[in-house]
């Protein structure tokens, strides 16, 4: 059930603002703004969220959330500290123990978090996708009720729940995001969603709570998904070069650091590039953003999505065999910038 708020005046939505930019690996922020989607984004300068509780614009909404791992709990302290009440439901009876103590309602059951406005799942792979949202339970689902899928789901699995969701007249939306947990924390995570215009607009004020912008990607729920495969392959891509390059650092006795601090700071300036340049200048693997195992598993999802349309992706197909060798070695428990671990052992620098 929605209710209003009272409204504060923000900007309106805009093309293009950028998320800040550090102007160091560890320093503080500038603001780029350009791009050629259409986006719904808030302002910049963000209040801190802690002061702010119930003063987000738009309407509170009734909120069902399924998985409340490293990121989705993350987005549901947000959706909380911004007014909304969420019903959460995870198999995790300690994942649910946290988001109660966080705010959350917890329920026993999936069927039970399909309630209220909307449903967000955050769940970690197509096996579990599939185990959750199944007919029975779409189902039993209230009508108007519009589901919200904020994981990385494959195509095939993307266009399954497509369609199981129109034979049941629920909504559905595909909304995958950009950013890691600390990311998500601070509410600068990139949303792409893509489904009914109008369920997107019923659901614009959980995504305001979520991150920093959204990119709207059209009707079909599957081009959110190919948007967030292709990201994910071009953020492994970025994390192998920096590997190299800091390999090659090191076969010269050269500081990782040294070198990519320069690289980064002169021709890639961006987020992405010092976010991983730190982690891999100074091998800060532990506690993992984001799993090497789910890294391998996007690496396997860009090549079934190029197979099923006779790509050939041979960087992903490198990449997979990186993350192949990488788990062997132990490195399954770290974050997936952890596979540039794989160019210093190869060369023999891994002890070095």
């Given at each position: 059930?929605?209710?209003?708020?009272?409204?504060?005046?923000?900007?309106p939505c805009r093309r293009g603002a950028d998320p800040p930019i550090p102007s160091r690996l560890s320093g503080g922020t500038s603001f780029r703004r350009n791009g050629p989607l259409a986006t719904s984004s808030r302002h910049?300068?963000?209040?801190?969220?802690?002061?702010?509780?119930?003063?987000r614009d738009g309407d509170v909404m009734e909120v069902g959330f399924v998985g409340a791992g490293r990121m989705g709990l993350a987005m549901l302290r947000n959706?909380?500290?911004?007014?909304?009440?969420v019903h959460v439901w995870d198999v995790s009876d300690v994942a649910v123990a946290t988001a109660v103590a966080a705010g959350a309602t917890g329920v026993s059951s999936a069927r039970d978090a399909l309630r209220g406005d909307?449903?967000?799942?955050?769940?970690?792979?197509?096996?579990?996708?599939?185990?959750?949202?199944?007919?029975?339970?779409?189902?039993?689902?209230?009508?108007?009720?519009v589901h919200v899928n904020m994981a990385t789901a494959s195509l095939a699995c993307a266009q399954e729940l497509t369609a199981l969701h129109g034979r049941h007249g629920i909504a559905y939306?595909?909304?995958?995001?950009?950013?890691?947990?600390?990311?998500a924390a601070r509410r600068e995570l990139n949303i792409m969603a893509a489904g009914p215009a109008a369920a997107i607009d019923r659901v614009q004020p959980l995504f305001d709570a979520i991150g920093r912008k959204t990119w709207r990607l059209g009707e079909d729920p599957t081009r959110a998904n190919v948007t967030k495969i292709a990201g994910n392959l071009l953020v492994a891509c970025v994390i192998e070069s920096l590997g190299e390059a800091a390999a090659l650092a090191r076969a010269y006795d050269m500081p990782p650091a040294d070198l990519l601090d320069v690289v980064v700071g002169s021709l890639f300036d961006v987020p992405i590039f010092r976010i991983y340049a730190d982690l891999v200048a100074h091998q800060r693997f532990e506690p993992a953003g984001f799993d090497l195992a789910l890294g391998l598993k996007d690496?396997?999802?860009?090549?079934?999505?190029?197979?099923?349309?006779?790509?050939?992706?041979?960087?992903?197909s490198v990449l997979r065999d990186n993350y192949l060798d990488a788990l062997a070695h132990g490195a399954g428990h770290q974050d997936w910038s952890a596979v540039t671990g794989v160019a210093l052992r190869r060369a023999g620098l891994d002890a070095a």
């Open positions: 059930m929605r209710r209003r708020v009272a409204r504060a005046s923000t900007s910049a300068n963000l209040p801190d969220i802690q002061n702010t509780k119930k003063r959706l909380l500290q911004t007014g909304h009440r909307a449903v967000v799942s955050m769940l970690p792979n197509d096996a579990a996708m599939r185990g959750v949202f199944t007919d029975d339970l779409l189902a039993a689902a209230p009508k108007g009720l939306v595909a909304a995958p995001v950009f950013g890691r947990p600390e990311m690496a396997r999802l860009a090549l079934a999505a190029g197979e099923a349309a006779n790509l050939p992706l041979p960087f992903a």
